[in-house]
């Protein structure tokens, strides 16, 4: 699920938002990229809810990833689920919540 999520966050990177955090609208924005958008919210909420189903469930596996990886799957489902609402609003929310994702996860930034 982990390089599911990074390749994921990566096609994310370049998702047109329809406003900025001041509520102004973006130009240009389509019915392309409404749809877009959509299935990019819809496909971080089912990595966030696979990522909980998991955390509330498996607490062996969950203990073991923590320990062993020093992974935080708490961390990166509310990421992935705060990420999936503010991917709609250019701003410093998008970048936190990626942020947060790619930090719970132990995985790099790409430059």
Known sequence: MRREIV????????????????GEVTKNF???????LHDAQKKLREFGTQMIAFVQTDAVATN???????YDP???SQSLMG??????????????H????LDALRIKASP
């Open 74 to 76: 708490t961390k990166a």
């Open 83 to 96: 990420l999936s609402y503010d991917l709609a609003v250019y701003g410093p929310e998008r970048a936190r």
């Open 64 to 70: 073991l990833i923590r320990q062993l990886w020093r």
């Open 7 to 22: 390749q994921h966050l990566l096609d994310c990177e370049n998702v047109s938002a329809p406003r900025n955090e001041r």
């Open 98 to 101: 990626r942020k947060n994702i």
């Open 30 to 36: 389509t019915e392309q990229d409404t749809a877009r």
